[in-house]
């Protein structure tokens, strides 16, 4: 049974448009979301989060909204670039279950030149 | 280095065997997680040392694992009696405290023949 679940496996887009990545969560318990970026042969990086408090944080060309009656985030990317290039894993947990963290199965991002 | 260390970076062993994988943390950080990222799946929580102890193995898969932190740095990760379903990458990672920024290694790449 998947708690946060990233229903697209792929996504490909063109240099300097706009990258949306997409991520969904069942458990009414998570208040905390982050989103990780892994490049092959390396551990996952830290991008971005959002407390349940917060339906949008902005981070440099980096988004992410929040929509809880929905349970749903989102990771947008503008302008994208190719370096952008990697898999992006959506995360969640619980203000008592810190860096527990329940993972999504991740949504390669291909950004073409 | 800075980072979080793990080694051995590859392993290929044969099933039935034993297995230890070690990890070395930023210095200074208390807390100290394992990971499992199986193909093609996002990394799944096993267990969350805080200094010494370990606060929540509920992720462990059964008991042929079993991990150490006997001085609150370097972890181990045993593995007993390998399957072949226990070929994974292995991820670390630390954080100063439970709440604070994950950081995570390369991981190691566990292959069971």
């Known amino acids: 049974d998947q708690q946060v679940k990233q229903n697209s496996p792929s996504l490909s887009v063109q240099e300097g448009r706009i990258s949306i990545l997409n991520c969904d969560y069942t458990n009414s318990m998570f208040d905390y979301f982050l989103w990780y970026k892994k490049y092959p042969a390396e551990g996952p990086t830290f991008l971005i989060s959002?407390?349940?408090?917060?339906d949008k944080n902005e981070d440099g060309r980096f988004t992410v909204f929040l929509n809880k009656s929905a349970k749903h985030l989102s990771l947008h990317i503008v302008p994208s670039q190719p370096g952008d290039s990697a898999v992006y894993f959506c995360a969640a947990t619980s203000h008592n279950a810190g860096n527990m963290l329940t993972f999504g199965g991740g949504t390669r991002l291909m950004v073409k030149p | 280095g800075a980072g979080v260390s793990q080694t051995p970076s590859n392993k290929v062993t044969e099933k039935g065997k034993y297995v230890e994988l070690r990890c070395d943390p930023i210095s200074g950080h208390t807390a100290l997680y394992w990971y499992r990222q199986s193909l093609g799946q996002g990394p799944e929580f096993l267990i969350y040392?805080?200094?010494?102890?370990?606060?929540?193995d509920s992720g462990l898969p059964n008991d042929r694992f079993f991990a150490v932190r006997p001085e609150g740095s370097v972890s181990t990760l045993k593995i007993q009696r390998t399957e072949r379903g226990d070929s994974a990458v292995y991820l670390c990672a630390s954080s100063k405290d439970p709440t604070g920024k994950l950081f995570f290694g390369e991981g190691s790449r566990l292959t069971v023949l």
């Open positions: 040392f805080q200094g010494t102890g370990a606060a929540d």
């Open positions: 959002i407390s349940s408090i917060k």
